[in-house]
C-alpha cells in the first residue's frame, strides 16, 4: 500500500499533514510527498482527483483505495487500512 500527501506551501493545515507521513514512514510505511505547485505533484494529483491540500489518498494495487481531501485524517483511520 501507498500512502499519498499532497501538500502546497501556502497551505496553514499541510504541516500537520506532512508530520503524519513522516509519522507514518517511521513505522515503515510506504509514504509519498507530492507538492502540487510543482509539476510532478500537480498531475499526480489530477490523477487521483484530488482538489484540494491537504489531501491524503491510499492506494493499493495501483488503485485508490480511499482518501481525505482538505483534510488530515487521525493516524488511527489510516492504520486501520494498513
Do not use: R
Not at 510506504?30 to 510543482?38: C, D, R, S, T
Not at 484540494?52 to 488511527?76: A, C, F, H, L, R
Request: aromatic share 8%; charged share 30%; proline share 6%.
Amino acid at each position: 500500500m501507498i500512502i499519498k500527501i499532497f501538500w502546497q506551501p501556502e497551505c496553514p493545515k499541510c504541516p500537520q499533514a506532512k508530520e503524519l507521513g513522516e509519522e507514518l514512514k517511521k513505522e515503515g510505511h510506504n509514504v509519498e510527498f507530492h507538492n502540487v505547485k510543482e509539476v510532478d505533484g500537480l498531475s499526480e494529483s489530477l490523477f487521483y482527483d484530488v482538489l484540494s491540500t491537504p489531501s491524503v489518498v491510499v492506494i493499493e494495487d495501483g488503485k485508490k483505495k480511499t482518501g481525505w481531501y482538505g483534510e488530515v485524517p487521525e493516524i488511527k483511520n489510516i492504520k486501520d487500512l494498513l
